[in-house]
């Protein structure tokens, strides 16, 4: 039997390092306390089954219900709050900028379209930059605790679209918050998931 499997680990920059996109009173509660549920019951659901000895990838994979929301959940807020930077490269590069370029036309064109699939999506949900094996980008809207994973695709960038990512700092406004975002990606984070694949 193993206890506390999944801990938050630590952001690697201070709570108010991303303002004013997102503010520290945001990343206090959507990580510190949404995101700790999230893990909290992924503990007490995989306790003494057998999701206990699986990868988190696996049991996102192998699970429904429940575990699998707060397992996706778990990881998604981490691929998403590990992808922002102070001082990231704020334009993709190599293979993932031509990729971008042939396929949306110019990389602002890929940043309208990625924030309308974001805006668009009904509730709650995320809005993902995915590839598959051939490297083919891939726009995809997820609802609730939707994960590119389970498609058995490549995740390269994540926006939260859930109300608790957005609504202490921009209320309804949830385009604005998505648009803000793009001031805080860092893109060498983003082009190295890229390139790994
Ligand atoms: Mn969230």
Redesign the pocket.
């Known amino acids: 039997m193993k206890t506390l499997q999944y801990t938050l680990p630590e952001l690697p920059y201070a709570n108010d390092a991303l303002e004013p996109a997102i503010s520290s009173h945001t990343i206090e509660y959507?990580y510190g306390k949404?995101?700790k549920a999230y893990i909290d019951n992924l503990n007490k659901l995989i306790h003494d089954t057998e999701y206990e000895d699986m990868s988190l990838e696996e049991i996102i994979e192998k699970s429904e219900g429940a575990l699998f929301n707060n397992a996706s959940?778990a990881w998604?807020?981490i691929f998403?709050f590990f992808t922002f930077s102070p001082e990231g490269a704020r334009e993709p590069s190599g293979e993932l900028r031509k990729a971008i370029e042939l396929q949306f036309g110019s990389f602002d064109a890929f940043k309208k379209d990625f924030v309308d699939a974001g805006t668009k999506i009904f509730g709650?949900g995320?809005v993902w930059l995915a590839c598959d094996e051939s490297g083919k980008l891939l726009i995809l809207q997820k609802s609730n605790a939707g994960n590119p994973l389970t498609d058995g695709l490549t995740p390269l960038l994540v926006f939260?679209v859930?109300e608790?990512?957005y609504y202490l700092d921009y209320q309804n406004r949830r385009a604005e918050a998505l648009e803000k975002l793009w001031d805080i990606v860092d893109w060498d984070v983003v082009s190295s998931r890229y390139d790994m694949d």
């Open positions: 959507h949404h995101e959940q998604n807020h998403y709650s995320w939260d859930w608790h990512a």
